[in-house]
DNA sequence: TTTACTGGATTATGATATAACATTGATATA
DNA sequence: TATATCAATGTTATATCATAATCCAGTAAA
């Protein structure tokens, strides 16, 4: 689990809060969501939270989704500038892919050179890929219904 | 430009004013840019602007710009699984990346490898890249100013 | 003429995000 | 010690983005 390597001294509390939040859901959070989980630490405006996750965005621990305005932990070890997901449209699973997969770099290779090519200088970027999952893959072939 | 081959004759009313209002803006749109545009056509309520806009992406002729709540026309004349665009940080830019580029195809195939690798069925993606543009790198060097 | 369907209008409200300003607490330093 | 400073936080209000729910009008098929 990456998160264990995160230097958790560089954070404000507020910033921990969000990230323990974050840490427990098992899928990405709204803001809101956030929120509510804090109120019982005392948080109670939504600036706050706000305020928390643009800190972890910057430090490059936490990634929005803008499709889905929600927010993740990043799930690796290392900053990277294309950060990649896919977006079950079926059941909302969000996985981060790993930079680290044997093709990713590639990619994001590939990426970097279209792009220079263009004279732009890209700082991050992120791809968000929908589509269905493989568990949704199965039930979806058996009744042929939901999706979209 | 690759909008003239828009078979117009399939779109809605409401869509076509939509399409219009894009054609004519030179940058990304939001939701109520486009009803501001639409009031002199008697247009009145957001939902009316969203409907059109779903159904334009629907044809494939908008893409939604997530992190910046914007649309824009497609630039291209075939429908792609995977959108790229370069938006500039310092002067709002939006480019969409031409998957006639001659090395795009070779990200496009990198990127539906990897996914393919994972058992995800992907149905469509988005490839936002953050950064400078050619235009504002130039400006940049010269006063070491602004950008964020 | 009914029925069903598509697109559209309207009203209200929900969801997401930020502006602007006040307060606190720690640290530095005169 | 007094006080200046700065980052983080708190608070209030409001802006921005998006959709639910319901009704209506036109039209094409039965």
Redesign the pocket.
């Known amino acids: 689990m990456a998160h264990d390597n995160i230097d958790l001294s560089t954070l404000?509390?507020?910033?921990l809060l969000v990230f323990e939040a974050l840490k427990e859901s098992d899928s990405p959070m709204?803001?809101?969501d956030v929120l509510d989980v804090l109120k019982s630490h005392?948080?109670?405006?939504?600036?706050?939270v706000?305020?928390?996750l643009e800190g972890l965005e910057e430090k490059g621990i936490v990634h929005k989704l803008d499709a889905l305005?929600a927010f993740v932990l990043c799930s690796h070890d290392r900053p990277h500038q294309v950060q990649s997901f896919l977006v079950c449209s079926e059941c909302g699973m969000v996985q981060e892919i790993s930079p680290e997969l044997r093709e990713a770099p590639q990619v994001e290779d590939k990426i970097l050179g279209v792009v220079r090519a263009t004279g732009f200088q890209m700082r991050e970027a992120r791809l968000e890929m929908k589509g269905i999952c493989q568990k949704c893959t199965g039930k979806q072939s058996a009744h042929n219904t939901a999706a979209e």
């Open positions: 404000t509390r507020n910033e709204k803001a809101y005392g948080v109670r405006a939504p600036m706050t706000y305020r928390a305005n």
